[in-house]
C-alpha cells in the first residue's frame, strides 16, 4: 500500500518561511513527477509547484521567487521550501505524485492527507 505523508505545516507570520515535507512509503517501484497542490477555503484546489523525476522544476506564477520544490529520491521525500509567506497563501497544503508500484500495470496518482498552513499577524 502506497502512503504520502505530509509535515510541516502550521501558523506564521507574513514574511515568514515555512518548510513542508512529503515522504512517500509502501511498495514501490519508481516516483515520478512529484506536486503539491494547495486549496484555500471556497476556491478549488490549484498546483503550486511540480517537480520531475530528474529535478526539473515548475511553479506557479503566484509562488515563483518565493517557493522552492525539491526533492531527494534516496529518501523517496518532496519539500516546498516556502518563503516570503503572504496570507493569501493559506490553504491546506497536499502532496501528490505519479508512482510506478506492483499492485498496478500504469504509473496511478496518489495524493497526501493535507497539511494546513495559515499565514496571519
Known amino acids: 500500500q502506497v502512503q504520502l505523508v505530509e509535515s510541516g505545516g502550521g501558523l506564521v507570520q507574513p514574511g515568514g518561511s515555512l518548510r513542508l515535507s512529503c515522504v512517500v512509503s509502501?511498495?514501490?517501484?519508481?516516483?515520478?513527477?512529484m506536486n503539491w497542490y494547495r486549496q484555500a477555503p471556497g476556491k478549488q484546489r490549484e498546483l503550486v509547484a511540480g517537480?520531475?523525476?530528474?529535478?526539473?522544476?515548475n511553479y506557479a506564477d503566484s509562488v515563483k521567487g518565493r517557493f522552492t520544490i525539491s526533492r531527494d529520491n534516496a529518501k523517496n521525500t518532496v519539500y516546498l521550501q516556502m518563503n516570503s509567506l503572504k496570507p493569501e497563501d493559506t490553504a491546506v497544503y497536499y502532496c501528490?505524485?505519479?508512482?510506478?508500484?506492483?499492485?498496478?500495470?500504469?504509473?496511478?496518482?496518489?495524493w497526501g492527507q493535507g497539511t494546513q498552513v495559515t499565514v496571519s499577524s
Open positions: 501528490n505524485a505519479r508512482i510506478s508500484s506492483p499492485i498496478a500495470t500504469m504509473p496511478q496518482d496518489y
Open positions: 509502501g511498495s514501490i517501484f519508481s516516483i515520478h513527477a
Open positions: 517537480i520531475s523525476s530528474g529535478g526539473v522544476p
